[in-house]
């Protein structure tokens, strides 16, 4: 149906990560609202994509915000992936889509012993 499945594990595809130039971040990147403990820790995520995560999520997130213009090859292209011109394909497009497919999609648990004060709490 035009999607491309995304296998769990997919950061051991044997393909080169990037370019000297693509995705280069002088700084680490955390989710603390969605991941408080950190990408290794949360079990939706490989060590490997939790590194690429932390090493390169910043200068993703910029592109995908567009706070920051594309200066390789690759982050053209996992900015067109982003706005849909193209299906994603490399390590970093899968590692991203799957980053913002959990993050998004992480449900929300509360305690309570009242389910109408749940309900209420949230309208």
Same mark, same amino acid.
């Given at each position: 149906?035009?999607?491309?499945? =995304?296998?769990? +594990?997919?950061? +051991? ?8 130039? /693509?995705?280069?971040?002088? %700084?680490?990147?955390?989710? +603390? ?15 490997? @994509? /939790?590194? =690429? ?5 910043? /200068?993703?997130?910029? *592109?995908?915000?567009g706070?920051r ?16 011109? %193209?299906? /994603?394909?490399?390590?970093?497009? *899968? =590692?991203?889509?799957?980053?913002? %497919? =959990? ?12 389910? %109408? $004060?749940? $309900?209420? @709490?949230?309208?």
């Open positions: 149906m035009g999607s491309t499945a =995304i296998t769990p +594990d997919f950061a +051991d595809a044997k393909q080169p990560l990037t370019g000297p130039d /693509a995705f280069l971040s002088h %700084r680490k990147f955390y989710d +603390d609202e969605h991941f408080p403990k950190g990408f290794n820790c949360c079990g939706d995520l490989t060590t490997k @994509e /939790a590194q =690429i995560l932390e090493n390169h999520g910043v /200068a993703m997130k910029e *592109l995908a915000e706070k213009l594309p200066s390789a090859v690759e982050e053209i292209e996992f900015v067109e992936v982003l706005s849909g011109k %193209r299906e /994603a394909k490399s390590l970093f497009e *899968l =590692i991203w889509l799957k980053y913002c %497919r =959990i993050s998004n999609g992480k449900p929300f648990y509360t305690v309570s012993d009242n389910p %109408r $004060r749940q $309900r209420a @709490e949230f309208k």
